[in-house]
């Protein structure tokens, strides 16, 4: 067996570059980082070739000190901690202090620096294992730092690198990141010579706008909430084909952390229609005590001290964002109509489409000045369609997804009462069931009756539903139990109770929604309208599709070419 041995610092050095120094971004994160840790107001980033040839990051920081520029390239030489304390709650985006050290183990590194104290500047160079002298340098105050020929020497590791565009776009998107969480300072990409990106010290909304594009501000709505020392805040966005906007910051690091993205999505979980993404940038800043930095080599992931309170925090602040009040409700509709006008197939302005692709569809109800805004029943078309006159126009609702929308909302409000009301049934509804599933209702009799729902053996092989929810009493009794017996059955009880329980009570609220084809009278057509107006997120069905869509009289006279 091979005698054990003290590794040499190079190589000590190397094997850290592994883990810190993917590519050229990973690179440029850590410079870019520690020019946000020097307070620098402006920042310009300089790559030649993707960043494999040159990364080079110059700020108007604090700059470093003469005789400190050594410990700069030294191992575990970090002016950002000092005890254990600190590292429990860090501020700073760099605490390792061996980000230079390993990236200068790698490449060809020299450092520029003056402090605003200093009557000039002074510089060191590094290649692999050799540090240079420190000398005078003439230099502004802040810091330079240039990073040439990535993995020189270790032409086994440069192999592993992509193409040019392919190393520039991750730089890109790490400069994006950086530049979203920090709209206060100034920032400016060049690429192998030419202007890239040019930012201006701006408000955050401005500078969204300008990186992630008009679009996705325009068809956002804003997230604020704190409780607390925490404050979460940002834009929820449109639901999207593909997950191509989702950031989420912890205390101003880009983050991928598991817990937020599942709160993220879970309140968005009722408006994902098919594959869509929901779509967000939000800044969650808290206690640097309660959170955990240290956990990843290249600090992209975190650990919270409470991550179900994190969790909750969130998803409430979201879902409160995509859910506005009755009473902001018009005015966000009127405010989005004026920016979000869309050309169909046949020319019609539709505000409300592009709104209905933010919200998965969830629309806001018109604004109406002297009748309810979804209007008064005509018809009925084809036993689907409601059709409606309001003060606007024609409205079509598709009754059976708006129905199932209002029961499940009202479900839902049971349910976190404590109990769903239920009613007995004049005839069981009995149906054929295998030994698992008798099993699991005799097992499970406790929550069944919180859903309002109760269930017995009539034989060795058969239910019967003796009491369902007031709510679905006249819907599809057998198929909602067979319903909520797979979800126990496959789930269990506390799951199904809580963190399954929007998908549950969507599956009970589809078996009770009035079915196409059913006819209704004008009345019922009314009270389904009213019903409509008076349910939050009603704009939706529970699978994320819409209820209703307006037709203006503007809009039908473009149809049928009055006026010209």
């Not at 979980?269 to 939000?282: F, I, N, S, T, V």
């Not at 269930?455 to 139990?481: C, F, I, K, Q, Y």
């Amino acid at each position: 067996m091979p005698a054990i041995r003290v590794l040499p610092d190079l190589l000590v050095s190397q094997i850290a570059a592994g883990e810190v120094v993917e590519r050229p971004a990973s690179v440029l994160k850590e410079l870019l980082e520690n020019s946000l840790d020097a307070d620098a107001r402006s920042i310009t980033v300089t790559l030649d070739e993707g960043g494999a040839k040159r990364i080079q990051v110059e700020d108007d920081g604090a700059g470093i000190a003469r005789d400190d520029l050594p410990l700069a390239l030294a191992r575990h030489a970090t002016s950002k901690i000092s005890s254990l304390e600190d590292l429990a709650g860090v501020r700073s985006m760099g605490f390792r202090g061996e980000a230079l050290a390993s990236i200068a183990s790698v490449s060809r590194v020299s450092i520029t620096a003056c402090t605003r104290e200093a009557p000039h500047g002074a510089a060191i160079r590094a290649e692999g294992p050799h540090i240079g002298e420190v000398e005078p340098a003439a230099r502004a105050p802040g810091t330079t730092v240039t990073v040439a020929d990535l993995y020189f020497n270790t032409p086994a590791r440069r192999k592993f690198l992509r193409s040019e565009a392919t190393e520039f776009g991750h730089c890109d998107e790490l400069f994006r990141r950086i530049a979203l969480a920090r709209p206060e300072i100034a920032f400016t990409l060049k690429h192998n010579g030419r202007a890239s990106r040019h930012l201006r010290s701006q408000p955050l909304k401005e500078r969204v706008a300008g990186l992630l594009g008009s679009e996705f501000i325009d068809a956002s709505l804003p997230v604020e909430a704190q409780a607390g020392t925490a404050r979460v805040f940002g834009y929820a966005g449109s639901p999207q084909a593909r997950a191509e906007v989702q950031y989420f910051f912890v205390n101003g690091r880009c983050v991928r952390d598991r817990v937020l993205a599942h709160a993220a999505r879970e309140a968005y979980a009722e408006m994902l229609h098919g594959e869509r993404q929901p779509g967000y940038l939000l800044f969650l800043e808290i206690d640097p005590r309660s959170v955990d930095v240290n956990v990843h080599p290249a600090k992209t992931e975190v650990r919270f001290r409470d991550s179900r309170s994190i969790h909750q925090f969130v998803l409430h602040a979201v879902r409160r964002a995509l859910s506005p009040s009755a009473a902001e409700a018009p005015v966000a509709y009127a405010a989005l109509s004026q920016t979000h006008g869309v050309q169909s197939s046949f020319g019609l302005a539709q505000p409300a489409a592009a709104y209905q692709a933010f919200m998965g569809s969830a629309v806001p109800l018109p604004t109406a000045q002297n009748a309810p805004p979804l209007g008064y029943a005509l018809a009925q078309l084809h036993g689907v369609y409601i059709l409606a006159q309001n003060e606007a126009g024609l409205v079509l609702v598709d009754m059976h997804a708006a129905h199932e929308r209002i029961v499940m909302e009202r479900l839902k409000s049971n349910l976190d009462a404590g109990r769903v009301e239920r009613q007995s049934l004049l005839v069981p509804a009995l149906f054929r069931a295998e030994a698992l599933e008798v099993a699991t209702a005799e097992e499970n009799r406790e929550a069944l009756e919180r859903l309002g729902l109760e269930m017995s053996a009539a034989g060795p092989n058969e239910l019967a539903v003796r009491a369902a929810p007031v709510l679905l009493a006249g819907g599809d009794v057998v198929g909602l139990a067979r319903g909520v017996l797979q979800e126990l059955k496959e789930f269990g009880a506390e799951q199904v109770l809580f963190k399954r329980q929007n998908e549950l009570l969507a599956t009970m609220a589809c078996h009770a929604a009035v079915r196409a084809n059913r006819l209704l009278s004008i009345a019922e057509m009314n009270a389904l309208l009213r019903d409509m107006e008076e349910t939050e997120r009603s704009g939706t069905c529970n699978h994320g599709r819409p209820t209703w869509y307006q037709l203006t009289l503007a809009d039908l006279d473009k149809l049928f070419l009055r006026g010209r």
